[in-house]
């Protein structure tokens, strides 16, 4: 009881949230949906579309208008590691035969002391500190010490050669459990929104620069993910789970040659992704079209034709379990 | 707060050193209100550089010249690098960062960038960025204009051209000409009087203040952009989208760049005029930001798309009298855009097919020579104004960098090699040969070595490019079902596919095939880098005859028969089966897999995909796609699953089955 009574409160805070992101933003409902189940579930979020369509700027938005402790990280290809986790300290000492000792050592900073960190443009650094801070992202630790990261946040443009940039390799990708794909409003055909975008920044609001307000705070996300842990998934929505995951296999023949279908995505973090739709939506027990939540799992890990059809896959799914 | 003889003053001084040039004079203006880059492309000796200068010299900001060179390093146009070292505060040991002391570009307010096309890539990556975010290091720098400048990219100029995603840094782009290549001769003879006498000093009496300016800034801000500016901008980008096919293949239009700057640059150029309302005449400030963000030919076009959107705002979108049956179809569908979606979303169907027949009857009336550059004639052949550029706009293709995205890809993986180059990205590490990689250095190692002088230098980063380069094989499909829709499409995909090449600076090779293969060279040689000529011939095919998959592979496969290269790559876009010839294309299989090409296969339409063309992708490596109709009447290309893996009835029928099913095979009787 105590719990759906929270649920409803967290639900309330992440709709204010997501209405202080639509007075900058235009549109994109997609982009900002998946930052707050990132932030709910406490999942990494990847993004990936061309530039100047908005995907740093909402980030850097969430994580002001949710007030938590925020580091912003510009990845240029000479990224070095110290940069993202803070700063080197070596320390000497002479040794009895007059030698001398250097251990090196990290002084805490960057990754390893926010709570959301934005890494913008991240594959434009294809060299080993990427190799380093994507293993610190997916244990959420720095030697064996935990760290208060909820949520990277990284962004990036389609690998084209214009942007000097290099594709994640699919383990990589792997770690970023929620992935979307973007374009702009004028690509996309949205005229209304683009009327939107021309009215809003046309108006004399902001000048120079954007600051939402902070509206929410780190004790709502803790609470958020106690609540999350209880949510409810009735057995018939694991039933249907299991069988769109059984008709990817064996009706679309995905496998590790095109596709990335790990145990850990969509069995562990796949169910977290179906709580986090229902919390978000202020219910304690998930329900079946919660699993359309599933969709911001699958951009980059089934091939494409299949990932443009997964919504009506999944209604198919809960069609034939329902029956 | 009066701003006019403040601004009269920069244009004064721009005018007393510089004869005519308006456009870049004006575009200089408005980078310094809006505090928006500029980048000015222009031959040699046509003022470009004075008129920065002079611009610079007109306002009282800390300025920086540099002129880049295929030598530039980092460090002249940022500063010198230092190894900053510090008690570890609280601590024992010491914190060592490497930063640079500011300078050049971090501290100045107006960077002139003469000839940055020359940089070197490593140096020009780092430069751009600054431009872009305004910071170093999470530090804001004071710049509020940066000013490049470059030379036509050509080879004779060391030069190569900036990539779009870099252009896009600068809002304002110009072309620029001297008054001899204008013809000005009258301005021609100024310049002659003017400089007939000692070099005069371009430095300003009267500069304008830095607080000046950044109040004009706040003041331009503030004009009114009525109602009617703003639907007249919008319809304007409704027409290069959907009228032109602009899109991220082709053009820049990135929603920052479009959608939020574009509105203030409106506003500057109102704010200039001494405005503090924008009209829709001041739309023209797009000629300043579209130069390099649309084709060129739809630039050429810019003038008169802007004449029409300011005449009828509302009615642009709405077609003229003029042809009776296209008129009655778009009355059918309110709108030519919405009525094209819906048209080739259903081919196939009654309206599809009636769609294609006037569509033909259209390209029959107007001469076949015009698919090759529609727009320019269409525009002297049109009566009305707003139906000139109507019908034979180009075709949408959608994510085809998908295609070359996956190619790309393959050739990191498999063949294409590494090499060392100072340009390349941190991979490994290696001793440092000179002090020029001392910014690459590992800092800790260089704390040590510094404390303790040996011949023994300290760690640097081994920076290494992959090779670019190698070619590409289009093969394409003209026979008699490629008619119509499907020829117009699949010449979008090629025209895409040539543009994305281009980038990657890969050969590219053309042939078109139906019953028997057509080779397309020049002066005897196959493979070029002559991407329009290649664009110009796909444009304008004829579809006639059967479908025979054996020559053209055949004729693909024997040019790269002499080409030593790993990166070899043919792409065969088709939208049938086979119909005559071997069917199942077995001894070309055979040849690219022997010569390590990938061949790479795109199926256009919405039938079922001939399962040979699985094989032949698999077999030799390649990707699959599929180009299906999008619902805004264009093409939309998407990775395509090879039916044995889609449908499970198939499973077990691999090549070799195949083959025992085919009809008696004509190759194996010839060998």
Redesign the interface.
């Known amino acids: 009881m105590d719990n759906s009574k929270s649920a409803k409160r967290i639900a309330q805070n992440f709709r204010k949230l997501h209405e202080e992101l639509d007075q900058y933003v235009i549109g994109h409902d997609n982009l900002k949906r998946a930052l707050l189940l990132g932030l709910v579930a406490r999942e990494h979020i990847y993004i990936e579309g ?5 995907k740093t700027m909402l980030a850097e938005l969430v994580s002001a208008a949710a007030n938590l402790d925020f580091y ?1 990280y ?1 990845f ?3 990224t ?1 590691l ?1 940069e993202l986790v803070g ?6 000492e002479k040794d009895s035969q007059g030698g001398e000792l ?4 990290i ?1 805490k900073g960057g990754v390893l002391t926010c709570e959301v960190c934005v890494l913008d443009d991240i594959s434009r ?4 500190a990427l190799n380093v801070l994507l293993r610190i992202l997916n244990e959420r630790q720095y030697l064996q010490e935990p760290i208060p990261l909820l949520t990277a946040i990284a962004t990036s ?8 940039n ?2 994640l390799d699919p383990a990589n990708l792997d770690r970023f459990s929620i992935q979307l794909r973007s ?5 996309e ?1 949205r ?1 209304n929104q ?2 939107e ?3 809003l ?2 108006s ?1 609001r902001f ?1 120079d620069e954007i600051k939402p307000k902070p509206i929410l705070n780190r004790e709502i996300f803790d609470e958020a993910y106690k609540v999350l842990h209880s949510v409810v998934v009735p057995e018939a929505v694991k039933r249907m789970l299991i069988d769109l995951l059984d008709r990817f296999v ?4 995905l496998d590790s040659s ?1 596709s990335l279908i790990t145990d850990r995505a969509f069995l562990v973090k796949g169910v977290k992704m179906l709580k986090a739709m229902a919390l978000t939506d202020g219910r304690t027990t998930v329900e079946p079209k919660d699993l359309h939540g599933l969709a911001y799992m699958t951009t980059y890990r089934v ?4 990932h ?1 059809n997964v919504g009506t896959l999944i209604d198919e799914s809960i069609q034939r379990v329902g029956e | 707060m009066d701003f006019a003889p403040a601004l009269q003053n920069i244009r004064a001084s721009m005018d007393a050193h510089v004869i005519g040039h308006e456009p870049v004079k004006e575009a200089l203006l408005l980078g310094l209100v809006a505090r928006e880059h500029i980048y000015v492309l222009g031959e040699p000796g046509c003022a470009k550089t004075l008129l920065a200068e002079v611009a610079a010299n007109a306002v009282n900001l800390s300025f920086y010249f540099n002129q880049l060179h295929r030598d530039t390093r980092i460090n002249e146009l940022i500063g010198d690098a230092v190894l900053e070292r510090s008690p ?1 505060p609280g ?8 930063g640079v002391a500011p300078g050049g570009v971090l501290t100045a307010e107006v960077a002139l960038l003469d000839d940055i096309s020359r940089a070197p890539g490593e140096a020009l ?2 430069l751009l ?1 600054l431009l872009n ?1 305004r ?1 170093y290091q ?1 530090q804001p720098i004071p710049l509020v204009t940066a000013i490049a400048t470059t030379n036509p990219t050509d080879e004779s100029y060391y030069n190569e051209p900036l ?4 252009l ?1 840094r600068f809002t304002l782009q110009l072309k620029t000409q001297g008054s001899i290549g204008m013809r000005k001769w009258d301005e021609a003879r100024t310049i002659m009087d003017r400089y007939d006498g000692p070099p005069g000093s371009i430095a300003s009496r009267h500069p304008v203040s830095s607080t000046l300016l950044k109040q004009a800034h ?1 003041a331009a ?2 004009v009114e ?1 009525p109602q009617r500016v ?1 639907v007249a ?2 319809e304007f ?2 027409t290069l ?2 009228k032109f096919g602009c ?2 293949s082709n053009s820049l ?8 700057k574009v ?2 640059m409106i ?1 500057t150029l109102a704010f200039l005029e001494g405005r503090t309302e924008a009209r829709v005449e001041d739309l023209r400030v797009l000629k300043y930001i579209l130069t390099f963000r649309v084709p060129e030919h739809v630039y050429e076009l810019l003038d008169e798309i802007l004449q029409n959107i300011a005449e009828e705002p509302e009615a642009a979108e709405l077609d003229q009298p003029g042809d009776e049956e296209l008129d009655g179809q778009q009355q059918g569908d309110e709108g030519a855009q919405q009525g094209e979606a819906q048209e080739q979303s259903v081919p196939g169907e009654g309206e599809g097919d009636l769609v294609d027949e006037l569509m033909e009857a259209l390209e029959g009336e107007q001469g076949h020579s015009e698919e090759q550059k529609p727009l320019q004639l269409q525009a002297k052949a049109g009566n009305e104004p707003s139906s000139r550029y109507q019908h034979n706009a180009p075709q949408t293709v959608k994510n085809l ?2 295609l ?2 996956r190619i ?2 393959r050739l ?1 993986r498999n063949t294409s090699e590494s090499h060392v180059h100072p340009g390349g ?3 490994s590490w290696k001793r440092m040969q000179t002090f020029d990689e001392f910014m ?1 250095t590992d ?2 190692e260089t ?2 070595w510094m404390d303790s002088l040996s011949p023994r230098l300290p760690r640097v ?1 081994r920076r290494e490019k992959k090779h ?1 380069g190698g070619e590409m094989v289009i093969v394409r499909d003209v026979s008699q079902s490629m008619e119509g829709r499907y020829a117009r499409w699949t010449s979008s995909v090629v025209t895409k596919l040539v543009e ?1 090449v281009r ?2 600076r890969m050969r590219i090779g053309y042939i078109e095939f139906n019953h028997v293969s057509r080779k397309y060279t020049h002066g005897g040689r196959f493979f070029t880098r002559d991407y329009d000529r290649i664009i110009d011939i796909a444009s304008n095919v004829v579809c006639s005859g059967v479908t025979n998959y054996q020559f053209p592979m055949r004729e693909a496969l024997k040019e790269f028969r002499v080409r030593g290269t790993n990166n070899k790559h043919i792409v065969f876009l088709t939208d049938g089966e086979p119909t005559q010839g071997d069917w199942l294309v077995r001894e070309e299989r055979r040849m690219a897999k022997a010569l390590d090409v990938a061949v790479h296969t795109l199926f256009i339409g919405t039938t079922e995909c001939p399962e040979i063309l699985d094989v032949i992708s698999e077999e030799t490596g390649g990707c699959q796609f ?1 180009a299906i109709p999008d619902e ?1 009447g264009g093409l939309y290309v ?4 090879s039916k ?3 449908d ?1 009835s198939r ?1 077990l029928q691999t090549p070799n089955v195949l083959e025992l099913k085919s009809p008696p095979g004509t190759l194996s009787r010839r060998h």
């Open positions: 061309p530039p100047g369509i908005a912003f510009q240029h290809r000479d070095r110290a700063d080197v300290v070596i320390q000497r250097i251990a090196q050592s002084r650094s294809p060299g080993e443009n389609p690998t084209v050669d214009d942007y000097y290099e594709p374009d702009g409003l004028i690509q055909n005229w683009v009327k975008v021309i009215d920044y046309s004399n000048s064996n009706q679309y023949k095109n091939p494409e034709d299949i443009r | 570890m601590g024992e040991g010491e914190v060592i960062r490497q990556n780092v960025r975010e910071k999470s990539d779009p995603a870099n896009d706040r801000l503030r952009l703003r901008y919008r980008l409704d989208v959907n899109d991220s239009l990135t929603d920052r760049t479009m959608l939020v509105p203030r506003k960098e998908v070359l995205g790309n890809g990191e990205s941190p991979r690459d800092p800790v704390a040590i980063y670019v994305l980038k990657k599929i805004h998407a990775e395509r699953l044995q893996r889609t499970p499973r």
